[in-house]
T-cell receptor, first 114, second 115 residues
Framework: DAKTTQPTSMDCAEGRAANLPCNHS???????VYWYRQIHSQGPQYIIH???NNETNEMASLIITEDRKSSTLILPHATLRDTAVYYC???????????????FGGGTRLMVKP | KAGVTQTPRYLIKTRGQQVTLSCSPI?????VSWYQQTPGQGLQFLFE???????NKGNFPGRFSGRQFSNSRSEMNVSTLELGDSALYLC??????????????FGPGTRLTVL
């Protein structure tokens, strides 16, 4: 079972920031939070990941709460091309854990509107 | 670097047949994972290979199998195809460094239709 809870869908106006929330209240101390997105019928695309600290890259920012029970993915200036399903995933990082498996939930369907 | 490539991109088979799908990981990536995506079940993990060994397997029947070659390329096989096997099959590769898995990069998938 997926260890995350996300809203089923969200809308965002083009040019505005898109803030996608994720709850992961049972996250363990060594588990990372990963975000992927999937544009229709394509393979999922890695966006960003983090453990404790906030992270930023060229695509997005990831804000993780201090208790690590929730996080928010921020797309600072959403474009129509950001319309996709966004998946929040928690997983242990180490090779000695149970393999390199990502458990996908239902994700959030983000619709960016003109 | 070239991304993850999967062949073929589209495939049509009939019930009872078998199929083999191929995945070439990003150069230097030794971990290859396979996923099945259907409208009803979403994205589900099939199995993962590292250094030609299956390290983890999802909850799929034995008709689903895979292997990895010494060059890290991987194949998955589905025997005795059923209508419910129609899906997008995705391959992902990742590097392993310092005892940690890096992020997985996905290929475009193979769209399998079983008639």
């Amino acid at each position: 079972d997926a260890k995350t809870t996300q809203p089923t869908s969200m809308d965002c106006a083009e040019g505005r920031a898109a803030n996608l929330p994720c709850n992961h209240s049972t996250i363990s101390g060594n588990e990372y939070v990963y975000w992927y997105r999937q544009i229709h019928s394509q393979g999922p695309q890695y966006i960003i990941h983090g453990l404790k600290n906030n992270e930023t890259n060229e695509m997005a920012s990831l804000i993780i709460t201090e208790d690590r029970k929730s996080s928010t993915l921020i797309l600072p200036h959403a474009t129509l091309r950001d319309t996709a399903v966004y998946y929040c995933i928690v997983r242990p990082p180490t090779f000695n854990n149970a393999g390199n498996m990502l458990t996908f939930g239902g994700g959030t369907r983000l619709m960016v509107k003109p | 670097k070239a991304g993850v490539t999967q062949t073929p991109r589209y495939l049509i088979k009939t019930r009872g047949q078998q199929v083999t799908l191929s995945c070439s990981p990003i150069s230097g990536h030794r971990s290859v994972s396979w996923y099945q995506q259907t409208p009803g079940q979403g994205l589900q993990f099939l199995f993962e290979y590292f250094s030609e060994t299956q390290r983890n397997k999802g909850n799929f029947p034995g008709r689903f199998s895979g292997r990895q070659f010494s060059n890290s390329r991987s194949e998955m096989n589905v025997s005795t195809l059923e209508l419910g096997d129609s899906a997008l099959y995705l391959c992902a590769s990742s590097a392993v460094a310092g005892g940690l898995y890096n992020e997985q990069f996905f290929g475009p998938g193979t769209r399998l239709t079983v008639l």
